[in-house]
């Protein structure tokens, strides 16, 4: 019996090869160790060999019509065995999920894993549910049933694992969340700074949204306005200053009233901590959903008017930071600063009376300061905000792209 070292091409569309055989091996064997190596099911292939058309979709695993041994097909050392996915005998939903298990390896980098591969796709996990028309497990009668839910983006690639250095909002969270994005004042894009062709330290009327829903960032009349920063930039992007009693606000912003779950995230850098204290970055008018730091650096995190302040780490003077607050609607509130390398998590802090939602009468969101006369002296490069709560996944990746955007 001579061994037998065999190159395959399999359903993902890479070529390797696999050893272990002779001329005895049976064609279930050799059918189940490729999918072994490519991480598939067994029942997914049919097999021939190279250059063999008579041969062509003729082995299937556990089919009695296939030759008992790879001895059968001619196999030698060198020989290259062709995948094809079996449709055969297979119903629609069958051949789908089929597909999907397919493509969900290819996008994870292959059998190896390889985040290298130019086939990579951070988005690597499929959600039938989200699929266009949704399968009733093969029952008689009409097998698809319209989803309701809309369109998703990245359908059916809904799913998505901790990326390290994401280069979108939309690639760091699930397709399901990026319909949720609900505000983006990005500083980095001067084209979203109002007037148009600012320069240098000049004063902004207005901040434009990226998000697509025109949610745009206004001077707030009776305060003094910030201005935009563009040549002592942070990692080459402008940013906009805040002095004592600079203020802008958004109103109104309809989907904060009697909000369950929200997620906001600010770059900032405080510079001038002592001056007043405790500084806002964020409020509503209600002194909702604020993110504030002491005058030693201490950063709290708010819901509701009448909650005390979640504590969650601490912030340097003149050092940028990524704030990120996410209330999920059952009383409970994450905040993170991410100072350096340092992260710190809360996963408490609003009393157990405190509202499961937000003041019914919120429509403000105030950046910069509140309506009371609370303050921030700094500089503010990026304003999200998702009307969902993300996931420890989720936020922590966008966390990863604005700390990479930023160079924090």
Same mark, same amino acid.
């Given at each position: 019996?001579?061994?037998?070292?065999?190159?395959?091409?399999?359903?993902?569309?890479?070529?390797?090869?696999?050893?272990?055989?002779?001329?005895?091996?049976?064609? #279930?064997?050799?059918?189940? @160790?490729?999918?072994?190596?490519?991480?598939? *099911? /067994?029942?997914?292939? =049919? &097999?021939? $060999?190279?250059?063999?058309?008579?041969?062509?979709?003729?082995?299937?695993?556990? #089919?009695?019509?296939?030759? @008992?041994?790879?001895?059968?097909?001619?196999? *030698? /050392?060198?020989?290259? =065995? &062709?995948? $094809?996915?079996?449709?055969?005998?297979?119903?629609?939903?069958?051949?789908?999920?089929?597909?999907?298990?397919? @493509?969900?390896?290819?996008?994870?980098?292959?059998?190896?894993?390889?985040?290298?591969?130019?086939?990579?796709?951070?988005?690597?996990?499929?959600?039938?549910?989200?699929?266009?028309?949704?399968?009733?497990?093969?029952?008689?009668?009409?097998?698809?049933?319209?989803?309701?839910?809309?369109?998703?983006?990245?359908?059916?690639?809904?799913?998505?694992?901790?990326?390290?250095?994401?280069?979108?909002?939309?690639?760091?969270?699930?397709?399901?969340?990026?319909?949720?994005?609900?505000?983006?004042?990005?500083?980095?894009?001067?084209?979203?700074?109002?007037?148009?062709?600012?320069?240098?330290?000049?004063?902004?009327?207005?901040?434009?949204?990226?998000?697509?829903?025109?949610?745009?960032?206004?001077?707030?009349?009776?305060?003094?306005?910030?201005?935009?920063?563009?040549?002592?930039?942070?990692?080459?992007?402008?940013?906009?200053?805040?002095?004592?009693?600079?203020?802008?606000?958004?109103?109104?912003?309809?989907?904060?009233?009697?909000?369950?779950?929200?997620?906001?995230?600010?770059?900032?850098?405080?510079?001038?901590?002592?001056?007043?204290?405790?500084?806002?970055?964020?409020?509503?008018?209600?002194?909702?959903?604020?993110?504030?730091?002491?005058?030693?650096?201490?950063?709290?995190?708010?819901?509701?008017?009448?909650?005390?302040?979640?504590?969650?780490?601490?912030?340097?003077?003149?050092?940028?930071?990524?704030?990120?607050?996410?209330?999920?609607?059952?009383?409970?509130?994450?905040?993170?600063?991410?100072?350096?390398?340092?992260?710190?998590?809360?996963?408490?802090?609003?009393?157990?009376?405190?509202?499961?939602?937000?003041?019914?009468?919120?429509?403000?969101?105030?950046?910069?300061?509140?309506?009371?006369?609370?303050?921030?002296?700094?500089?503010?490069?990026?304003?999200?905000?998702?009307?969902?709560?993300?996931?420890?996944?989720?936020?922590?990746?966008?966390?990863?792209?604005?700390?990479?955007?930023?160079?924090?």
């Amino acid at each position: 019996m001579a061994s037998i070292n065999l190159t395959y091409k399999g359903l993902t569309g890479l070529r390797r090869t696999i050893t272990g055989f002779d001329d005895t091996t049976s064609i #279930d064997d050799l059918i189940a @160790a490729i999918a072994a190596d490519e991480e598939l *099911e /067994t029942n997914y292939y =049919i &097999i021939s $060999k190279e250059g063999d058309p008579s041969n062509t979709l003729s082995f299937i695993y556990g #089919d009695s019509s296939t030759p @008992a041994s790879v001895s059968s097909l001619g196999i *030698e /050392t060198g020989d290259v =065995i &062709i995948c $094809k996915p079996n449709s055969r005998g297979t119903t629609k939903q069958t051949r789908q999920v089929m597909k999907l298990d397919i @493509a969900q390896k290819k996008r994870e980098g292959g059998p190896d894993d390889d985040t290298t591969a130019v086939f990579y796709r951070s988005n690597n996990s499929y959600d039938l549910t989200s699929l266009p028309d949704t399968y009733n497990g093969n029952v008689p009668g009409a097998d698809d049933n319209p989803n309701t839910g809309g369109l998703i983006q990245k359908r059916p690639w809904v799913a998505v694992g901790a990326i390290a250095e994401p280069q979108s909002i939309n690639e760091a969270v699930e397709g399901g969340s990026i319909t949720d994005l609900e505000i983006w004042y990005d500083g980095a894009d001067e084209s979203t700074i109002v007037p148009t062709g600012i320069q240098d330290e000049d004063n902004i009327n207005q901040w434009n949204d990226k998000s697509g829903l025109a949610h745009n960032l206004n001077f707030s009349g009776g305060n003094n306005k910030p201005t935009y920063e563009s040549s002592d930039t942070q990692n080459t992007y402008g940013y906009v200053q805040f002095a004592d009693g600079d203020l802008m606000s958004i109103n109104p912003l309809s989907s904060l009233s009697g909000a369950t779950a929200f997620t906001v995230f600010v770059i900032a850098r405080g510079t001038s901590l002592a001056t007043n204290s405790p500084q806002l970055l964020t409020s509503t008018e209600n002194g909702e959903l604020s993110i504030q730091f002491d005058s030693d650096g201490t950063a709290r995190f708010k819901v509701g008017a009448q909650n005390g302040t979640t504590a969650a780490g601490t912030v340097d003077e003149d050092e940028w930071n990524v704030f990120t607050l996410v209330y999920n609607g059952t009383n409970n509130i994450v905040g993170r600063v991410n100072n350096g390398t340092t992260i710190v998590d809360t996963s408490s802090g609003t009393p157990a009376t405190g509202p499961a939602a937000m003041n019914a009468g919120s429509t403000y969101l105030y950046v910069g300061g509140d309506n009371t006369g609370g303050t921030f002296i700094g500089d503010i490069g990026e304003v999200i905000l998702f009307k969902k709560a993300l996931s420890a996944t989720e936020y922590a990746n966008v966390e990863n792209y604005l700390t990479t955007k930023w160079g924090i």
